[in-house]
Nanobody, 126 residues
């Protein structure tokens, strides 16, 4: 059974950086994908970034391109989200997710993932 635990959220000022971590428990994996989604208050969850586990290809929402970087550490079943030049509109609860099988048509959709973390709050003040 896969369990995901996010950490690294906090309250920062616009322009600051923050790094989120997500550790997956259980058996190590070498395929599939992991992603980050976020949900602002009163809004639907939206895709932020994803990474294919085997090859490491990355994908980003247009809103975070050039500012956020997703990376993985295979041996630790861990994915990171480095967030630079944070903006108030980045304020949200950030969720880590795991998909057992990468699917090019659903990697950026909530329905494409089977396992989810509890979320970590990121608040960016101006």
């Amino acid at each position: 059974q896969v369990q995901l635990l996010e950490s690294g959220g906090g309250l920062v000022q616009a322009g600051d950086s923050l790094r989120l971590s997500c550790a997956a428990s259980g058996r190590t994996f070498s395929t599939g994908a992991m992603g980050w989604f976020r949900q602002a208050s009163g809004k639907e969850q939206e895709f932020v970034a994803a990474i294919r586990w085997s090859g490491g290809s990355t994908f980003y929402a247009d809103s975070v391109k050039g500012r956020f970087t997703i990376a993985r550490e295979n041996a630790k079943n861990t994915v990171y989200l480095q967030m630079n030049n944070l903006k108030p509109e980045d304020t949200a609860v950030y969720y880590c997710a795991r998909s057992e099988i990468y699917d090019g048509s659903t990697f950026d959709r909530v329905r494409g993932y089977q396992y989810w973390g509890q979320g970590t709050q990121v608040t960016v003040s101006s």
